[in-house]
């Protein structure tokens, strides 16, 4: 069986806020008919959708959902998209691609779970342009749909409010039926 990377599952700083409209810290509840999730968001997301390579060759669309909190300079996206049946995926090569795009480094692992679902949270340090910044992911694998949840924030504003939004963003995550 192929394997695949999820080098292609990475958002990257400035890909995806460039043209965003800054939003304020009002949380507010998405829902996603078609990715089947809810999440809490802090200020309405803005949705696209774009087609990554995986390490396979093949293509693979992906729908995000992303929002930036400009009061306390915070990015917050969700992605997913759907694994071909030929394709299997490996957390730790998740991890790897992760960790190679955004050329960081790895402060913190563990596995974690959404109801029968196996998953995994992430802490990693990243440069970008001569600054900082500290990237908190869980992805998971539900069936073969693949789920990343992203924050990212200047290293200097990590700490104890940058812990209380990540739990309040990430623990908001559910999983939804289709209607």
């Given at each position: 069986?192929?394997?695949?990377s999820?080098?292609?599952?990475?958002?990257?700083?400035?890909?995806?806020?460039?043209?965003?409209?800054?939003?304020?810290a009002?949380?507010?509840?998405y829902?996603s008919p078609?990715g089947?999730?809810?999440?809490l968001?802090?200020?309405?997301?803005?949705?696209?959708?774009q087609?990554?390579?995986a390490?396979?060759?093949?293509?693979?669309?992906?729908?995000?959902?992303?929002?930036v909190?400009?009061?306390n300079e915070t990015?917050?996206?969700?992605?997913?998209f759907?694994l071909p049946?030929?394709?299997?995926?490996?957390f730790?090569?998740?991890?790897?691609?992760i960790?190679?795009?955004?050329?960081?480094t790895?402060?913190s692992e563990?596995?974690i779970s959404i109801?029968?679902y196996?998953?995994r949270?992430?802490k990693i340090s990243?440069?970008?342009?001569g600054?900082e910044?500290?990237?908190r992911?869980?992805?998971?694998?539900?069936?073969t749909?693949i789920y990343l949840l992203?924050?990212l924030?200047?290293?200097?504003?990590?700490?104890?409010?940058a812990d209380?939004k990540s739990?309040?963003?990430?623990?908001?995550?559910?999983?939804?039926?289709?209607?």
């Amino acid at each position: 069986m192929k394997r695949t990377s999820t080098t292609a599952l990475v958002l990257t700083v400035a890909a995806f806020l460039c043209g965003l409209q800054a939003q304020t810290a009002d949380w507010t509840k998405y829902d996603s008919p078609e990715g089947q999730y809810s999440i809490l968001f802090p200020g309405e997301p803005k949705l696209s959708t774009q087609e990554a390579t995986a390490a396979t060759g093949a293509k693979l669309p992906q729908y995000m959902a992303i929002s930036v909190d400009s009061k306390n300079e915070t990015f917050y996206s969700v992605l997913y998209f759907d694994l071909p049946s030929d394709m299997k995926f490996s957390f730790n090569d998740g991890r790897d691609g992760i960790l190679n795009k955004v050329k960081g480094t790895l402060i913190s692992e563990k596995a974690i779970s959404i109801e029968d679902y196996s998953g995994r949270e992430l802490k990693i340090s990243a440069p970008n342009d001569g600054a900082e910044y500290i990237v908190r992911a869980r992805f998971y694998l539900v069936g073969t749909r693949i789920y990343l949840l992203q924050l990212l924030l200047d290293k200097s504003a990590d700490g104890p409010i940058a812990d209380d939004k990540s739990v309040k963003f990430f623990d908001s995550f559910q999983l939804t039926k289709a209607k």
